[in-house]
């Protein structure tokens, strides 16, 4: 974990969720963290950690907001919006598309120059279980988050070798983004219920595998989508 002591990692919706797993995990390891979403974290208080506050619909990151050199960006803010065919309307589809995909790929443009400057960086992405498996209502959040698996593999071409990008598919994790999913003992059970493993996810579940995707441990690993989900897209429980 030494080896973290000097870098320092963007970590984009790192105030709760799974991002604040993320920003937990890289403090803890010794990194210096800059977070950016619309309120400041809660659960870390840290010299090592920076919070630019930005409202991603409205503004966009800038590379002069960031310093000169970065081990890797985290791009955390998506959405879930389910309903039937005949609901989906443009402004919502386009709604889903700004947040999951051109923030994403604004952050990312912005912080490039920083990330080539260490010459080894990383940057992880976010689809769902959603992609992999065809799941009824799940039409606009399905397209968008494809859209990002191939994002991530076409920018894992055009940036190697100095960024790798990784991206991590997960199935329902206990989070603000799913509390509607899991806001009773009832709902929460029939969700564990569907998966092979027989539980819902937690936020270590998948910041373990972010911070690694992110951390220096994974530099052989680039062009991955890769499934944290109970099993739920690849084994039939
Ligand atoms: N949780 C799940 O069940 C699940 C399942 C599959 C995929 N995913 C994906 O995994 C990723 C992380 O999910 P999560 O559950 O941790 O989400 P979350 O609880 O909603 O956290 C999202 C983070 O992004 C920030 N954010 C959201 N909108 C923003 C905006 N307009 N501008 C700036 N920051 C913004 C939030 O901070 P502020 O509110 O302070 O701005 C927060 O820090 C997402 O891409 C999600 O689609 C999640």
């Known amino acids: 974990m030494s080896q ?4 320092q990692y963007l970590v984009v919706g ?47 990151l800038e590379k002069d907001h960031l ?4 081990n890797g960006l985290i791009y955390c803010p998506g959405s879930i919006n389910l309903g039937p065919l005949r609901q989906l309307g443009r402004q919502s589809m386009l709604e889903d598309y700004q947040l999951n995909v051109v923030s994403a790929v604004e952050c990312l443009q912005a912080a490039v120059p920083a990330l080539r400057a260490t010459g080894a960086a990383s940057a992880v992405f976010f689809s769902t279980v959603a992609v992999a498996q065809g799941m009824t209502m799940h039409a606009s959040v399905a397209s968008v988050k494809g859209a990002i698996e191939g994002l991530t593999r076409s920018l894992a071409a ?48 998948i910041a373990s595998l972010a911070a690694f995707l992110l951390r220096p441990e994974a530099s052989w690993i680039t062009g991955q989508v890769i499934g944290v989900d109970g099993g739920m897209s690849s084994v039939r429980g």
Do not use: W, Y
């Open 14 to 60: 790192g105030s709760h969720g799974i991002g604040a797993g993320v920003v937990h995990r890289l403090l803890s390891a010794g990194a210096a963290v800059i977070n950016v979403s619309r309120t400041p974290p809660t659960v870390d208080a840290s010299d090592q950690l920076t919070h630019l506050s930005l409202d991603l619909t409205s503004g966009k």
């Open 4 to 7: 973290l002591e000097t870098e």
């Open 158 to 205: 055009e940036l190697a070798p100095k960024i790798r990008v990784n991206c991590i598919a997960p199935g329902l994790t206990n989070t603000p983004l799913s509390e509607r999913f899991l806001s009773s003992e009832a709902k929460r059970s029939a969700m564990a219920d569907k998966h092979p493993l027989k539980r819902v996810g937690e936020v270590e579940d």
């Open 67 to 70: 310093p000169e050199r970065l």
